[in-house]
């Protein structure tokens, strides 16, 4: 009888066994599947621009918020340069401008150049990539690394584009919008994906860049919101300086005597709130009708979101969202970037992938447009190249202590299409900016971003603060010199440039 019971014991756990195997080794199998990734990017989107940041009142950005709470919010993101092209060539390359060599809008791509979705190929990846490329002497043309490609000539159009279609010009349908069909694109090759291979999408929008023009459905929706002018706005105001929307008073020491000759300049320039874009729109307008372009990009985030939980990929699939650079509405009386302000190279960096991020991760550390190449890579199980400058901030998403940077390198060099900004190279620290402003008779800029975020009180004069100086400048002219930078690599490329008249829809 006692045989009879343990012969039928070992059946049943010889049952259990059989049916727990399988399990083991589809599980064991789920998670050696590679991660899936979908970046996001952006177009003039500054850091602060999302509603969970509560600098904008009334401003809804829902998908945006969804990102953050269910996944991370890199707080403290910077781009290198704050530039359209050089910026999106160090999101591919891994790799600074002076060292990619795309310093402006117009530089041809180096021979050579390799981009880290070729690396993804490799590994079995297959890629897509849909929108704005807008870097090098490429135009619209399919490139390398890339399995689909949907993009455009230069900045694009926002309504009836035509879009390059690997490789063949294709016109979009009469009252498409931008922002959507790029957002269609994406999803519809995902799609049609091969299912047995896992897949990098690259999603780069045209929104919100200007001219601004929200999609029909968000027309006027903020006409009526307040604008905020930022409290450094009129310190380089001039008797006949326009006002503009509710002032925020200054808080803190204002030092107007030490603000750079050029800043002060600027203002009654393309790039100045006084002079912009010839004055073809007024301020508040241009404000407004950013929030609303913005709306459109929001949107296609929380579509791509969707459509991978409807699939049920949204557990083994990264999706990273970022801006390639910051934007000015009004600091020191500037607007667009390309200065060392903190609008114009703070940058928003949202990342989600649940069971890799934890919900609510909040990463304090220097994370910049650089470390996008690597992050991707160690995803992938792969090394970074030797070339590739930046690191990985993978384990900071999933939280892990690690060694990481203090401090973070810019450098912009000047484009005789706008003048009106010097070549700029300089050093953040948590606590102090220095900002060294090259080939032109004027003051340099150290800044206590802790006690001065506005950046109201140059400091350079400062007695107290010259040895700080000292220390900056020397450790970015290291930089330069440890990473091939001392020489600027200028490109014998002629610049047409188009001003266009400013289109206000209010």
């Known amino acids: 009888m006692e045989k009879l019971y343990n012969l ?16 083991a080794q589809a ?23 999302m509603g969970f940041m509560n600098k904008v009142p009334g401003l809804e950005t829902p998908n945006m918020d969804r990102m953050a709470k269910e996944g991370a919010h890199l707080q403290n993101a910077f781009v290198t340069t704050s530039l359209c092209s050089p ?7 891994g790799q600074y401008a002076h060292t990619h060599e795309i310093v402006d809008n117009s530089a041809p791509l180096p021979e050579g150049l390799t981009f880290f979705p070729q690396y993804l190929q490799e590994k079995g990846y297959q890629t897509g990539f849909f929108g704005k490329w807008h870097m090098g002497n490429t135009d619209d043309k399919p490139q390398p690394g890339f399995n689909k490609w949907v993009s455009f000539k230069g900045q694009g159009v926002y309504y009836n584009p035509t879009f390059n279609i690997d490789g063949k010009e294709v016109k979009q349908p009469e009252g498409s ?48 919101i307040q604008v905020v002018s930022p409290p450094s706005m009129y310190l380089t105001a001039t008797d006949s300086s326009k006002r503009w929307g509710k002032i925020q008073e200054p808080k803190g020491p204002v030092n107007v005597r030490d603000i750079p000759n050029w800043v002060k300049a600027q203002r009654n320039s393309w790039h100045g709130v006084d002079g ?31 459509w ?8 083994n699939t990264l999706v990273i969202y970022m801006g390639d650079n910051g934007f000015q509405f009004g600091e020191l009386g500037l607007i667009d970037k390309r200065d060392m302000y903190e609008a114009s190279i703070r940058v928003p960096l949202l990342a989600r992938a649940p069971g890799l991020i934890k919900p609510g991760t909040k990463v304090e550390q220097m994370v910049m447009n650089v470390d996008i190449a690597p992050t991707i890579m160690e995803l992938a199980s792969m090394e970074k190249p030797a070339h590739m400058q930046g690191n990985s901030f993978l384990p900071l998403l999933k939280g892990e202590k690690i060694p990481w940077r203090n401090k973070m390198y810019y450098e912009y060099y000047w484009e005789w299409a706008f003048p009106q900004t010097p070549t700029i190279f300089g050093v953040r620290t948590d606590k102090y900016k220095y900002i060294y402003n090259h080939g032109v008779w004027d003051i340099n800029e150290l800044y206590d971003i802790q006690k001065d975020p506005q950046e109201m009180n140059n400091l350079i004069r400062n007695p107290e603060y010259e040895k ?10 290291n930089w330069l010199e440890s990473t091939n930078g001392l020489q600027i690599p200028l490109k014998n490329v002629p610049y047409k440039r188009i001003d266009l008249p400013y289109k206000s829809t209010y």
Request: charged share 30%; hydrophobic share 35%.
């Open 87 to 93: 910026s999106r060539a160090s999101i591919l390359t």
């Open 27 to 49: 599980q064991k199998k789920s998670q050696a599947k590679p991660m899936n990734v979908i970046f996001i990017l952006s177009d003039d989107h500054r850091y602060d621009f």
């Open 308 to 315: 991978l939980k409807k699939e049920g990929l949204d557990k």
């Open 468 to 477: 700080i100086a000292g220390e900056l400048k020397a450790d970015m002219w």
């Open 8 to 23: 039928k014991k070992w059946f049943i756990c010889l049952g259990a066994l059989l049916v727990w195997l399988p399990q």
């Open 177 to 224: 919008y931008t922002t959507d069909l790029l957002t269609d694109y994406t999803l519809e090759w995902l799609k049609k994906r091969d299912k047995n291979k896992p897949f990098f999408a690259y999603l780069s929008h045209k929104g919100v860049h200007s001219e601004f023009m929200p999609a029909k459905r968000h027309e006027g929706k903020y006409k009526d």
């Open 276 to 306: 912009m874009y010839d004055g073809d729109i007024e301020f508040d307008d241009f404000y407004r009708q950013y929030l609303e372009t913005l709306l459109s990009v929001d949107e296609s985030i929380g579509r791509v979101l969707d």
